[in-house]
């Protein structure tokens, strides 16, 4: 059989394997939240007894967390989540221990995969009786699942290192260079070594990014896949060791399979994992890439072993034939990958939208590079060999630092989810008073006017004017979104909603984002052309029916006794209220006037023109905390939170003048 002919068939091969894939369902990657009931923004006539939450994935349930908050940021009491369909469902059961009363509802959770490993967090809110008016669906931005953590890409990157250059060792040593391979001492069980330690770096990395300890994530279905791998890899590191010091072609090509064996098992723990056809694609597309890559690695080495009259020439056209036909398969078989993995056509066209998509496009134009940099070698580079022209050995070393950014690249890659969650279904509150914040970009060449209808926590309606900075003449714009962070509040993850247009400088649209009440960060993002610009505003969001007693007496600071429905009570003062340091007093009483044991306390300080500051607290009693800060001049906003040892929390917010 020619090689023209061989060539042929792995081309065909590669087509038919991806017109198969093709017609496959995208990859779910990540467990993210496909719908909820109730819906997320929805105000139901009377409380759901359950809550229902429908990822794309099968989650842990004791690797993952879920958590209910009312409107005063309150803990929800909660049953045991359960899965609603038996231990394959893919839907978690959120039951209330009591039946929840009028007010709106957070649902928060923190979803690790059984499928991948991968954490997913997010939240939903929906309101009991306290909104009236229809229901008005708007679909809000999609939101993406968190960034991989350094440690994970590092752990990938060396598992990805060390098998590429077994494989590699066993098919081009075996393929293009008659057996030999090149510091095989030392390259076999460092290779090895390499992909064991970053099998176990992967199990750490996860560990540490889904908070659990190491038995409770060894004990977890999302870390059998890590366990599996690094038994296998263990398995690496004898073989190729052997392989290494016995010397012979069948230790060799041992320790090859060896590698790809553990290829395959990092495929069935991967976003392929959930569709055996894509596993076997990915385990194509890792074998074939340590071919290419791998390959002219060994060959770098190989001519640095062998310099002079003695240049590995034949060896070098025959790497250059084999990785031509491995380039053929890599191809197509990330095309098949890609185009499953972003779910179609459509997907494919709007690549750019999420984090998965910007980080494949430039793994894709690395990976461009380092194809034009082996045509040069095939057509130039070794042409020269025979004439000890160093220039092979030149390009070849560039193209194996390139080839470790393409491993870090796809580390990274690994860990995004290939799909924005699903858009909110929010709903809009009937009109009533507004809360209007302003703010200007960096560069003062704009300035936004945001206005939330009715501004408490719930849904809300949001306008927001665009405007030149100097003159305040509308400005042509084409798209704009905001995005909330509640301040001090890590549990709830900042989302982002897409707003309409609706006429002149005006941009509307609705959302269930503002749930708690506290400080927030809200940051416009305002597309014109090709700029974006970011304006960030600071908003604060009362408490519902708050009731604030102020008692002012002469050389005494002032003291805000803000009272809940409960009879619960948060004190607070700063002394001395005037510009400079001061000290921040909180204290919390229970119904009967006792002093409320708490668990922990946040201040947030807002100065007139300023950033949220989330200022740092000491316990002074069990119900009593102080911070030490630094106050201006003029009137500043406070935002209190407490939460006490029975579960409770209380909130509040006072607006004080600083002499």
Known sequence: MTRR???????????????LAAGAGPAAAHAGLVSSDPADGVTLATPPAEVLLTFSEPPDLPLSTFGMLDATGAEVPLDDPELAEGQSSRQVMLMPSAPLADGVYTVTFRVVSKTDGHLTAGSIAFGVGAVTGDVVPTASAPREAP????????????????????????????????????????????SGVTALLGACVMLVAEARTVGAGFGAITRSDAGEPFLRLIAVCAVVVVV???????????????????????????????????????????????????????????????LRARRGADAPVA????????????????????????????????????????????????????????V?????????????????SPMLSRLIGVEAVTAVVIFGVTATLTGLSPHAQPARQVSGPPAAPAVTVEGSDFATTMRVQLIVTPGTPGPNDYELHVMDYDTGQPLPTDAVSLRFEAVGRPDVEAATVELAPMMGDHWGGQGAELSLPGPWIVTATITAGSEATEVPMNLSIAAPDQQVHVAEQTGE???????????????????????????????????????????????????????????????????????????????????????????????????????
Do not use: C
Not at 374 to 388: F, M, V
Not at 612 to 632: I, K
């Open 315 to 370: 060896e070098a056209r025959s790497y250059s034939r084999l990785a031509g036909l491995a380039l053929l398969v890599v191809v197509a078989s990330g095309l098949v990958r890609a185009f499953n993995e972003l779910g179609g056509w459509s997907a494919i066209r709007n690549v750019l939208d999420t984090s998965y998509g910007t980080t494949l496009v430039i793994k894709v134009a690395i990976v461009l590079g380092l």
């Open 557 to 659: 600071p002032t003291i805000y006794t803000i009272t809940a429905a409960d009879g619960k009570e948060l004190q607070y003062y700063a002394d001395p209220a005037l510009a400079g340091p001061n000290q921040l007093h909180l204290t919390a009483f229970d119904a009967a006037g006792q002093e409320l044991p708490l668990d922990l306390a946040t201040i947030v300080v807002t100065p007139a023109d300023g950033t949220p500051q989330v200022v740092d607290v000491t316990r002074f009693s069990p119900g009593h905390f102080v911070a030490n800060t630094t106050l201006d001049a003029g009137t500043v906003h406070v935002d209190l939170l407490a939460t006490a040892k029975d579960g409770s929390t209380l909130t509040g917010a006072v607006d004080q003048t600083i002499g």
């Open 5 to 19: 002919t061989i060539a042929r068939l792995v081309l065909a091969s590669s087509l038919a394997a991806f017109a």
């Open 147 to 190: 960034w991989p953590s350094a440690l994970s890409v590092i752990g990938k990157t060396l598992l990805y290192v060390g098998l590429v250059m077994l494989v590699a060792a066993a098919v081009v040593g075996m393929g293009a260079f008659a057996g030999e391979v090149p510091a095989r001492r030392v390259l076999l069980p460092v």
């Open 240 to 302: 190729a060791t052997i392989a290494a010091f016995r010397g012979d072609r069948v230790w060799l090509v041992v320790a090859g399979d060896a590698a790809a064996a553990a290829m395959l098992v990092r495929a069935t723990g991967g976003h392929a994992g959930a569709q055996p056809l894509q596993v076997v694609v990915q385990w194509i597309h890792f074998m074939v890439v340590a071919v290419w890559v791998g390959g002219f690695t060994l060959l770098l080495l190989l």
């Open 372 to 388: 034009a940099l082996g045509a040069i070698n095939r057509t130039k580079a070794i042409p020269k060999l025979e004439d000890g």
